[in-house]
Nanobody
């Protein structure tokens, strides 16, 4: 499985961005998908997940109410709509296919896309 994330960029605090992650292969609709982020010197941290059907989602506490994850199984794509962005959201964002969504264990990583939020 190959994952390609795009949509990052530079935005002012309070602004919005939408990240997309396109997956190869025919099994996308069976994958539980998610987003992580990483800043230099820190571990990659969980941001959000969505189950294969799209019925269940979860968010890291600091992004609840500001970020929304969604997916389009017909397009093999998962999205992360980010609103009310803060400078502390600055990071490289990675999409992922979960091996186990309950434990957040990742099976595949995509390449990252940089998000920079200026104050």
């Amino acid at each position: 499985v190959q994952l390609q994330a795009f949509g990052g960029g530079m935005v002012q605090a309070g602004g919005s961005l939408r990240l997309s992650c396109a997956a190869s292969g025919r099994a996308f609709s069976s994958y539980n998908m998610g987003w992580f982020r990483q800043v230099p010197g820190k571990e990659r941290g969980f941001v959000s997940l969505i189950t294969s059907s799209g019925r269940n989602t979860a968010y890291e506490d600091s992004v609840k109410g500001r970020f929304t994850i969604s997916r389009d199984n017909a397009k093999n794509t998962v999205y992360l709509q980010m609103s009310s962005l803060k400078p502390e959201d600055t990071a490289v964002y990675y999409c992922a296919v979960f091996r186990n969504w309950m434990t957040r264990a990742v099976l595949y990583w995509g390449q990252g896309t940089q998000v920079t939020v200026s104050s």
